[in-house]
């Protein structure tokens, strides 16, 4: 543990939830092959698709429409449908497809097993503070079976724009009916967590899985676990 800035007293906890409650990398890889598979088998005149054609399709729809990216479930839901129209397929049935080739990729992107560890800091955690999720990313807190801990879920999109903007902070506190410097915000993202909090006005903690910081401020607080948050808190 490393501090870099002295606490203030907060009234409230929000965590990131991918890479920070558990390990996110895995359930991706399996959430794109359920995408990959589901589309198999809806068009299968068209094979098993290289995955960068997709990703390719997505860096084309930022380019033309830069907000797209704040809300990561339209921008992949719109790119599936761009590269099939592009493959020959009617917008239409592409539309169809795209939908439920997301579906696919949504309910796999959620099927993951949270850390009993968490669990158990998460209902300690939310005896004693109001929790909320703040995340860039869509997974389901019901589908992750934590959803009894959080309040509130911001999601980038609904929400509003992405870590680091400071949307979705300041709906939290909003909603939390505090000042922004009363809301402590963990994450292991130093330039979407960290820097996304302290323009904000919030305090932060950063769970350290990078090497170095991807960003010029210092989080409040600097952890290697989330055993060591359960022993500060």
Not at 1 to 28: C, E, H, Q, W
């Amino acid at each position: 543990m490393r501090i870099y800035k002295a606490l203030l007293p907060f009234k409230a906890i929000s965590f990131d939830l991918d890479d920070t409650l558990y390990n996110n990398g895995p359930v991706i890889e399996q959430a794109e092959l359920a995408m990959q598979q589901k589309l198999l088998q809806l068009a299968p005149k068209l094979g098993l698709i290289d995955p960068e054609f997709w990703w390719q399709k997505r860096k084309e729809l930022a380019q033309r429409d830069p907000e797209v990216r704040h809300d990561v479930s339209r921008w992949r839901l719109l790119s599936v449908e761009q590269g099939l129209t592009e493959l020959g397929m009617g917008r239409c049935e592409a539309g169809e497809i795209a939908e439920l080739a997301f579906s696919a990729f949504y309910t796999a992107r959620s099927h993951l097993t949270v850390p009993e560890s968490s669990h158990q800091l998460l209902k300690a955690l939310a005896e004693r503070y109001p929790l909320v999720a703040i995340t860039n990313g869509n997974a389901d807190l019901k589908l992750l079976g934590i959803s009894q801990y959080f309040q509130y879920a911001y999601h980038a999109g609904p929400s509003g724009k992405m870590k680091p903007y400071p949307d979705m902070f300041y709906k939290a506190c909003q909603q939390l009916a505090i000042a922004p410097h009363q809301l402590l915000h963990i994450g292991d993202n130093s330039k979407a967590d960290v820097r996304g909090a302290l323009n904000a006005g919030c305090q932060a903690v950063w769970l350290k899985h990078e090497d170095h910081f991807q960003t010029a401020v210092l989080p409040h607080l600097q952890i290697d676990s989330l055993e060591q948050l359960q022993a500060l808190l």
